[in-house]
């Protein structure tokens, strides 16, 4: 499985951006996907996740101003944020649970993560 994280990128406080993670390497059927990010200096912590059944979950920081959502036909999933703030500053991950599994907050119950794309929110 690989998972390719892309659509980061420097942007201004108050504004939007759409991460994309695309899933390879085996069908994207059943999956529950999550995004998760690190700032510097700090631990990587969970943002939002979706099932396959389209359950979500969202960390309180960013629930009301970020959307999980996926197109199963092009075996991706998205990550559009709103509102961006500077504490939004960070490298964002996406990574896979099993199969038909709900959606969790700890990044130890995913098993395949991507390489990381990079937002840079400035004041």
């Known amino acids: 499985v690989q998972l390719q994280a892309s659509g980061g990128g420097l942007v201004r406080a108050g504004d939007s951006l759409t991460l994309s993670c695309l899933a390879s390497?085996?069908?994207?059927?059943?999956?529950?996907m999550g995004w998760f990010r690190q700032a510097p200096g700090k631990e990587r912590e969970f943002v939002a996740a979706?099932?396959?059944?389209?359950?979500?979950l969202y960390s309180d920081s960013v629930k009301g101003r970020f959307t999980i959502s996926r197109d199963n036909a092009k075996n991706t999933v998205y990550l559009r944020m709103n509102s961006l703030k500077p504490e939004d500053t960070a490298v964002y991950y996406c990574?896979?649970?099993?199969?038909?599994?709900?959606?969790?907050?700890?990044?130890?119950?995913?098993?395949?993560w991507g390489q990381g794309t990079l937002v840079t929110v400035s004041s």
């Open positions: 390497g085996r069908t994207f059927s059943g999956s529950t």
């Open positions: 979706t099932s396959w059944f389209g359950i979500k």
């Open positions: 990574a896979e649970r099993p199969r038909y599994s709900a959606p969790t907050d700890q990044s130890n119950d995913y098993d395949y």
